[in-house]
């Protein structure tokens, strides 16, 4: 059985845009409004020589916000769960929001492997955003650009051992 890797983070970090790179297809929808419906996806990836299951995660369906944060992180928990590994992505060039440090915390808990990606990093943008990503407590943060498939090597590197 292969390993399976979940991709959590806020919505709009580029979780979607870095799925679709694993699975090569465009099987996620990603969008610049947060808000559209997005339903959990599940791929066969590869990376490198690495070939793994990957969860892509997000759920924002409604409006009404208390359904939905609670469904996100349901999803969000549901996905851990099932991980080997977690990919937790911010936007670097953002830089942290309330929002990060909910799903943060929600990783921590679950104890699971995690690799933090710094994404939006893409021609050595976001430093600050990199640089404040350390103060999640998840560990060194890894450069990223989904968009642009900069720091493919690093995640390649981080991800090896839980494969
Ligand atoms: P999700 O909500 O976390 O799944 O985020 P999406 O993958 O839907 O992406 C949200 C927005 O960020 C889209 O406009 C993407 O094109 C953009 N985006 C994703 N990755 C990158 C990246 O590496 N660099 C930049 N500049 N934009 C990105
Ligand atoms: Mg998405």
């Keep these: 059985m292969s390993a399976t890797i979940a991709i959590v983070g806020r919505p709009n970090v580029g979780k979607s845009t870095l799925f679709n790179r694993l699975v090569g297809k465009k099987l996620a929808l990603v969008d610049d409004q947060p808000g559209v419906t997005r339903d959990r996806r599940e791929g066969d990836a590869s990376l490198g020589h690495l070939s793994f299951t990957v969860i892509d995660t997000a759920g924002l369906e409604?409006?009404?916000?208390?359904?939905?944060?609670?469904?996100?992180?349901?999803?969000?928990?549901?996905?851990?769960?099932?991980?080997?590994?977690?990919?937790?992505?911010?936007?670097?060039?953002?830089?942290?929001?309330?929002?990060?440090?909910?799903?943060?915390?929600?990783?921590?808990?679950?104890?699971?492997?995690?690799?933090?990606?710094?994404?939006k990093a893409e021609g050595n943008k976001g430093k600050d955003g990199v640089f404040e990503s350390y103060?999640?407590?998840?560990?060194?943060?890894?450069?990223?650009?989904?968009?642009h498939g900069e720091g493919t090597a690093d995640l390649l590197e981080a991800l090896a051992p839980y494969i």
């Design 62 to 119: 409604e409006a009404d916000k208390d359904s939905l944060a609670a469904r996100m992180r349901a999803q969000t928990e549901t996905a851990i769960g099932q991980a080997d590994v977690v990919l937790f992505m911010i936007d670097a060039r953002l830089g942290l929001t309330p929002m990060d440090h909910t799903f943060a915390e929600l990783v921590r808990r679950s104890g699971k492997p995690v690799i933090l990606l710094a994404n």
């Design 135 to 147: 103060s999640l407590g998840l560990g060194d943060p890894v450069p990223f650009s989904a968009e």
